[in-house]
């Protein structure tokens, strides 16, 4: 069975710090992955999507890049955090087969930036 | 681009009531999602909606699609207390082979004794 890894669980950082989050997904190849972001408990943005090895689209202009080094890998990042940059961050993923799939989530990142 | 509107957005209900929540989108689409978020957690898949017409059933919840309309509705049927927690509705559209989520901004549902 898939399974999906999100880490940390829980990041504090100070305003201008770097930012590293990382995503793994096991059990399946070639995964469509995803980053969002979740402000204030509500609603999701896409971030970032990616439909492979260093293919990466940007759905928002900000703060973040993210990178796709290996097949299940996907990470977000930051040179310089801002304290908009706070909340919870999901990475998903699915994959395209014969029927359509929901995307699955990881356990999420909570980034509260101080 | 396409928006998601889900009302309401807070509900409050009393256990053994029925209520709907509705997801109204703005653009052609007939593949819909709802998924179902605790405090604190991730998001878990409820239903996968993919035609017009589509009906799915899970316990106390059933999700309906109208893609003439654009809208899909998420009925509670004698609430109780476990099912409390923020609904999302989720639209899917295709960025040629990329396929990529609108949410709506979710209904939080607090069932009360």
């Known amino acids: 069975s898939q399974t999906i890894h999100q880490w940390p669980a829980t990041l504090v950082q100070p305003v201008g710090s770097p930012l590293s989050l990382e995503c793994t997904v096991e059990?399946?190849?070639?995964?469509?992955l995803y980053w969002y972001r979740q402000a204030a408990g509500r609603g999701l943005q896409l971030l970032f999507y990616?439909?492979?090895?260093?293919?990466i689209s940007s759905e928002v202009p900000q703060n973040l890049s993210a990178s796709r080094p290996q097949d299940r890998q996907f990470i977000l990042s930051s040179k310089k955090l801002l304290l908009s940059d706070s909340g919870f961050y999901l990475c998903?993923?699915?994959?395209?087969?014969?029927?359509?799939?929901?995307?699955?989530f990881g356990d999420g990142t909570r980034l509260s930036i101080l | 681009e396409l928006k998601v509107e889900q009302n309401p957005l807070f509900l409050s209900m009393q256990e053994g009531k029925n209520y709907t929540i509705y997801c109204n989108y703005s653009t052609t689409s007939d593949r819909l999602y709802w998924y179902r978020q605790d405090p604190g957690k991730s998001l878990e898949s409820l239903f996968v909606?993919?035609?017009?017409?589509a009906v799915k059933q899970e316990g106390r919840l059933m999700a309906s699609l109208d893609t003439k309309a654009r809208l899909s509705t998420l009925h509670i049927t004698a609430a109780v207390h476990d099912l409390s927690a923020t609904y999302f509705c989720a639209v899917e559209y295709s960025g040629g082979s990329n396929y990529k989520l609108t949410f709506g901004k979710g209904t939080l549902l607090t069932v009360n004794p």
């Open positions: 990616s439909v492979g090895i260093g293919q």
């Open positions: 059990g399946t190849s070639n995964p469509n």
């Open positions: 998903a993923w699915s994959v395209l087969g014969a029927a359509p799939q929901p995307q699955h």
């Open positions: 909606l993919l035609s017009n017409g």
